[in-house]
């Protein structure tokens, strides 16, 4: 029954997203050997510039 | 102190969400023997596409 | 297909956490209008010193 | 390399959420001796009316 | 820089636990087009009593 | 009413996350201009096994 959060910057396309989903469900089902059907995930999209890294904005970064 | 994160799909209307928040609430202060301004709710909206059960996404499921 | 994570002080007894489980998951089933079988509820327990509240840790509280 | 999250009331100007991803950065690495770059801070706005407090929604309180 | 927080019972061993954490880095990385070490993945032990499907503990499912 | 939570690699001593909760504390209420008491602080241990950057474990890191 694993519940997977996934935090991200915004802005990436749905596909990408689902793609995502589609591909983390499927390693861990199989790494643990249940059924996909009892892993959810959730992505959490985040502005860039609420995250940062080093005390560096996302949107201030390079 | 209980703090208590739901994250459900978005789209409820605000008074679903407050209707959760106080019933949580009053449930775990019970439960807990503590007041209810000691317990925290906060409910995180997240979309049907960022969301996967079995890898399937919220969107496209049934 | 609500999660719900809660974060609450160690050393509550299995039987308060299961009775926090059972309660959180059938106001919000019944809120929403969908199964029980659809709500997930995780219980994290934080040691007290772990937990600060006004910056006091929640061993030194009162 | 921790990680920390901030839940807080949306609304906050980003200069605001800046501020506080630089000083809770600088405090973290300097209290454990690490590197800056190691740590990550990631703010989660959330809407008053879905934020409760002794059950009382956020944009009910006082 | 995705944060990834997993949630899943305790007792699997480390190997299991790394092996995911490898898989998943590996896909966000891929999908996302970005350097795996900008990845994150922190995997979250919850003991079964503490974890309910349909208000059902997992010490107690079938 | 902000509550953070803080993952970090378990085995610091108590006193340096209690120096942590203060110093975060303070620095979130001074910025908001919000009083002490509202800030709660949540620090989670997590084992270097369980943590992974770029794929590679805590414990095999360096």
Redesign the interface.
């Known amino acids: 029954?694993?519940?997977?959060?996934?935090?991200?910057?915004e802005g990436?396309p749905?596909e990408?997203?689902?793609?995502?989903?589609?591909?983390?469900?499927?390693?861990?089902a199989e790494?643990?050997g249940i059924?996909?059907?009892?892993?959810?995930?959730?992505?959490?999209?985040?502005p860039k510039?609420?995250?940062?890294?080093?005390?560096i904005?996302?949107d201030e970064l390079k």
Chains 1, 2, 3, 4, 5, 6 share one sequence.
């Not at 990408?16 to 861990?28: C, W």
């Not at 996909?36 to 985040?46: A, C, E, G, N, R």
């Not at 510039?49 to 005390?55: H, L, P, Y």
């Open positions: 029954m694993p519940v997977v959060n996934i935090y991200m910057w990436r749905i990408v997203k689902k793609e995502i989903i589609k591909a983390v469900t499927k390693d861990i790494i643990l059924d996909q059907s009892l892993v959810t995930v959730i992505v959490m999209d985040v510039e609420s995250w940062g890294v080093g005390g904005p996302g």
